[in-house]
């Protein structure tokens, strides 16, 4: 490998971001046009990209012994040297080709979708930001650089999911995103702590190792499992921190499309199956992890059934998709994580993307209620987001059905916690997945059109730069479930043991998923192929039901009453009124006050007078001697 190869290849992301955003936005004029906005942009990510490439050949070459790069120390304290050095080995071999690859089109595809955007350079300068951030988090060799980039996608996520500011509704988004984050970092940070104090380091090689060692710590794995889980939480939008990740679609689609395919909301997965070593040891942990994993698919599933906008009902499914991939860690099957974490990032890219072609094509609307009959008008959108669609929902050979079979299997017969129920839950929210996913291909483009005359009189495909990256997505949506990812991961991530007794059941519960998927098809084809009909009934007869969906449980409302308001209360009541106006200004005020008074008193004394200045004189003089006479 060429020296400081690994370091190029994050440093190359924030190279377009400082071009762009110094020659583009920063410097009065706009220095540069569209044109480098564009090549800076889009180049130096694809550049990233193969240099990934080669240094997985290069991983290769060498018998898959990791590539370790040290950039630059960043601290000495005491004994302990605290470094900003970057790890390639299997798992970040392919988190790194995810993360360049999916996001190198991403940003291609954005030349187009934000072509007539006023703040086109800014845009790309945050997406080149958040690239780079990302590339820290899954390069990093310690939980310290981990944890930088991991507060940069944060950052980047924040000024990417507000960028159109002008409207409160989106700087709101932004905000709650950062704010719900920042909770689920609180329990990473304790988590750091507590390894620290035990371990005396922060690379997560180091940390696998200790827990895999014969002689493990003194320290309660679950316990720092837990506490690293609550960020990945946050990080990765589970159940009770997912309350951001819907909101987020207020940024423009491609954004939507970089941060829940393949970059930031897969990062608590990754976290996870990095430390795997730990987790490991961490029976309670890992329980939890799988519970609240296939709690927030079922969860999420249920709300994305009844959505209207285009765009959340594909947020919903998102967060539906990472409790699967937590359910896969929860049981062991951390390879099966990953791979379903690659396969969702094609197929959900594409379908974020296509999503983004619609709006397009519609000059922004995204109400699933005023669209339909779009198969004709624009052709290879459908095309592609069609088979996107089957593989999300599971249809074989398509890229979905095997990570997602995967998971159901091990989710049943794993020794590490697998089980009836969870299969169970696990298969229920396959067969909503199928069903709200191909809802959302009816509405969309089949059936009659439900569009506004003057607004289907201007639909048209998207340009090349857009629909070229959708054919590519769609492509690798249909063929990516054939790359052996959890193969290839498990001399670094073993699969975990099944149960010999329930080998027999494995072909059963194979049709079994195919079988769900195709009833998913079917339901759909039989409630919306018909038109708008059958649902409406549904929706009267189970009214109740579907106000709680649509609400999304009021989740957002119970938070604002039992966390939003009492803490403005608290904050009005007792920091505002009490302690600051009357504690801290009442004092201040007070102090103030008793001088004035003492002023006020004393002023009488300098009348100008010399006779009673004489009086005075001789007032003390008496006083002075009749003290002295009776002490005499």
Not at 24 to 40: D, E, P, Q
Not at 202 to 214: E, H, K, Q, Y
Not at 383 to 394: E, L, M
Not at 488 to 498: D, W
């Amino acid at each position: 490998m060429g020296p400081d190869m690994l370091t190029l290849i994050v440093v190359l992301p924030l190279l377009g971001f400082l071009l762009n955003g110094v020659l583009a936005t920063r410097l009065s004029g706009n220095l540069v046009g569209k044109g480098f906005v564009s090549v800076a942009g889009c180049a130096l990510p694809i550049a990233s990209f193969l240099l990934v490439v080669k240094c997985f050949f290069d991983l290769q070459a060498g018998g898959y012994a990791p590539l370790v790069e040290t950039a630059y120390r960043w601290a000495l304290i005491g004994d302990s040297a605290f470094e900003i050095a970057f790890y390639f080995d299997r798992l970040s071999a392919v988190m790194a080709l995810i993360v360049t690859g999916v996001g190198s089109v991403i940003h291609v595809y954005s030349v187009g979708y934000m072509a007539h955007d006023k703040s086109f350079g800014r845009f790309f300068a945050y997406l080149n930001l958040f690239l780079f951030f990302m590339l820290l988090l899954v390069l990093g060799r310690s939980l310290l650089v981990l944890f930088v980039g991991w507060e940069g996608v944060g950052l980047a996520s924040y000024l990417l999911i507000g960028f159109w500011f002008e409207e409160l509704a989106n700087a709101r988004a932004g905000k709650k995103a950062f704010v719900v984050n920042r909770i689920g970092d609180a329990g990473f940070l304790l988590g750091m702590f507590v390894l620290y104090q035990a371990l005396g380091t922060l690379d997560m090689d180091r940390i696998n190792a200790a827990f895999g060692s014969a002689t493990p710590p003194a320290l309660a794995a679950s316990l720092v499992g837990v506490l690293l889980f609550i960020g990945a939480c946050g990080k990765s939008a589970q159940i009770p921190l997912h309350v951001w990740l819907p909101d987020a679609m207020a940024g423009p689609t491609p954004v939507s499309a970089l941060i829940h395919a393949a970059t930031m909301v897969t990062a608590g997965v990754y976290l996870v199956a990095r430390l795997s070593g730990l987790y490991l040891q961490a029976a309670e942990a890992s329980a939890l992890i799988a519970v609240v994993g296939v709690a927030t698919a079922f969860f999420a599933a249920t709300i994305a059934v009844v959505q209207t906008d285009i765009k959340k009902v594909l947020a919903y499914s998102t967060v539906s998709q990472l409790g699967l991939m937590f359910l896969a860690l929860g049981v062991g099957a951390y390879g099966v994580a990953i791979f379903h974490l690659v396969t969702h990032a094609f197929f959900k890219a594409c379908l974020f993307l296509g999503a983004g072609s619609v709006i397009h094509a519609l000059g922004g609307e995204q109400d699933l209620r005023k669209m339909g009959g779009l198969a004709r008008k624009i052709p290879v959108t459908f095309v592609t987001f069609a088979v996107a669609t089957a593989a999300i929902a599971g249809i074989p050979p398509l890229a979905g059905f095997f990570s997602k079979d995967e998971i159901l299997w091990y989710a049943f017969a794993s020794t590490r916690g697998g089980s009836t129920l969870l299969w169970g839950v696990a298969a229920v929210t396959a067969l909503m997945t199928a069903f709200y996913m191909f809802r959302l291909l009816w509405l969309t483009f089949l059936g009659q059109s439900r569009m506004e005359a003057k607004v289907e009189a201007h639909v048209h495909e998207s340009p090349l730069s857009m629909t070229g990256v959708l054919m590519l997505l769609a492509l690798l949506s249909a063929v990516g479930g054939f790359v052996a990812v959890p193969h290839f991961l498990e001399p670094q991530l073993p699969l975990p043991k099944v149960h010999e007794a329930l080998h027999h059941v494995e072909l059963p519960l194979l049709l079994l998923s195919i079988v769900i998927a195709f009833a998913g098809l079917a339901a759909a084809a039989y409630v919306y192929g018909a038109g708008t009909s059958r649902a409406e009934t549904l929706q009267r007869r189970f009214a109740a039901l579907h106000r709680w969906l649509s609400g999304k449980y009021f989740i957002d409302e119970l938070y604002e009453r039992c966390i939003g308001r009492p803490l403005l209360w608290v904050s009005d009541f007792v920091f505002l009124r009490l302690g600051d106006r009357a504690l801290l200004d009442g004092t201040l005020n007070g102090l103030a006050a008793l001088g004035q008074r003492g002023a006020g008193v004393l002023w009488r004394v300098q009348t100008g007078s010399l006779h009673l200045y004489a009086w005075l004189v001789l007032i003390g003089i008496v006083g002075a001697l009749l003290w002295s006479w009776r002490h005499v």
